[in-house]
């Protein structure tokens, strides 16, 4: 009985980490347009929430496989004591995510449930996966470079790509073929997670739907945009950036909020995994936009305007940068290995706007004083976690005789 109590607290507790996500990782995908005066706070948020809610929805579960099982052995572990594992990893994440967030640090939540995760396996002895912890590690550490590399090679094309002036209907079929790749690209992904077929019979199913749906996002686009002319074209593209970045974030970022409730509400429920995964993630979608719509505002403000100052194309190049890196760590490892990586979209987002400061005005276009303190956040997060996680499972475990 006590398993049942401890794992309906934990699931409060998984809601809470959501919030935590939306409260502190709305500004991932949205600082970029923001900071650039493309859209308000108010408007960023609202996409950000509904993009990042179906990201979440349809791809999350791929994540959710890696932060569940990938870690450590949990599979050897009881029900009682995996609840309470569980238990203890959400809140030592949460803690430290609200924390930082009433701080306004933009910090990695990735970082902090997986500290969370390796806490208790330390305090329960659990083996620890070695392997993949090395591969986790290494794309913690590679996206921000990649991120950073990314966002000034976009903005040096950018920039010399709007030297010359560009026709409106020229601007309409760029419009309409980056809309074709981002939708190809997701629902791609989306039948293959979903209905596991081949590789070839997923691109036959992908290819019409996505030819018919791209036409439909232009017009609508079009229409909120007043033409794609020269003074609309960087801000549609921000727009775009802004989507696809979001709804990458749900579908990296989903795991951090519910992947370690998949074993234990398996077990106590008996749904299939892919039931259960889909569940956990319309639970973790409410607690993200609700997250964003409270406190989502603290963070914004740091990465918006204190890390570089931003105009419409090194925002645009900051956004795609950081869209692309966190979309590719999720899903290219998914068709490699089978599982994708729970990359620190926060690492990405922050290197993506250093990159554009750089690519700028070099040493001189990125804040220092902010981008140290963002950084020493960084380090402290891991071992922060680890130790909040194992001395909460050991007080918890002793309160509760387990």
């Given amino acids: 009985m006590i398993e049942l109590v401890v794992y309906g607290v934990g699931l409060a507790l998984s809601f809470y980490i959501a919030w935590c996500l939306g409260a502190n990782d709305a500004a991932n995908p949205t600082d970029c347009a923001v ?7 108010r408007k960023a948020i609202i996409l950000f929430a509904i993009f990042a809610a179906l990201g979440g929805i349809l791809l999350g579960p791929m994540v959710m496989k890696t932060v569940d099982r990938g870690l450590v052995d949990r599979e050897s572990l009881s029900v009682e004591v995996l609840a309470l594992g569980s238990f203890s990893a959400c809140l030592s994440a949460g803690l430290w995510i609200t924390f930082c967030t009433y701080k306004g640090m933009p910090v990695s939540t990735t970082h902090s449930i997986i500290g969370g995760v390796i ?13 993949n912890l090395y591969v986790v590690i290494a794309s913690l550490i590679a996206s921000p470079i990649l991120a950073i590399l990314f966002a000034a090679g976009l903005y040096f094309f950018l920039k010399r790509y709007f030297q010359q002036e560009r026709t409106e209907k020229t601007n309409l079929v760029t419009i309409s073929i980056l809309v074709f790749i981002l939708s190809f690209s997701a629902l791609l992904m989306i039948f293959y997670q979903t209905l596991g077929l081949r590789s070839f019979d997923v691109i036959l199913m992908t290819f019409p739907v996505a030819a018919v749906l791209s036409p439909v996002l232009v017009y609508v686009l079009r229409a909120k945009c007043g033409g794609f002319g020269a003074s609309n074209f960087l801000y549609a593209l921000l727009i775009i950036g802004l989507c696809f970045s979001a709804f990458s974030f749900g579908a990296n970022d989903m795991a951090n ?3 370690v409730f998949v074993t234990p509400t398996q077990k106590i429920t008996g749904n299939p995994t892919f039931t259960t995964m889909f569940l956990l993630s319309l639970l973790g979608s409410a607690g993200i936009a609700l997250g964003a719509f409270t406190w989502g505002y603290k963070v914004l403000e740091v990465t918006a305007y204190k890390v570089t100052r931003l105009d419409i194309l090194s925002g645009a190049a900051a956004e795609y940068a950081n869209a692309i890196v966190v979309f590719l760590f999720t899903v290219l490892p998914s068709l490699l290995i089978g599982f ?19 690519a700028t005005k070099g040493l001189m276009g990125v804040s220092k004083g902010v981008t140290g303190k963002i950084i020493a956040f960084w380090i402290l997060t891991i071992p922060a976690v680890i130790l909040i996680s194992m001395s909460l499972f050991w007080l918890i475990s002793k309160m509760a005789g387990i």
């Fill in 340 to 358: 994708g990586l729970p990359i620190s979209t926060t690492h990405a987002s922050v290197g993506s706007l250093i990159g554009v400061g750089l």
């Fill in 119 to 131: 806490g208790f396996g330390l305090a329960t002895s659990t083996p620890l996966r070695l392997g």
């Fill in 257 to 259: 909020a519910t992947g």
């Fill in 35 to 41: 900071g650039a005066g493309a859209l308000s706070m």
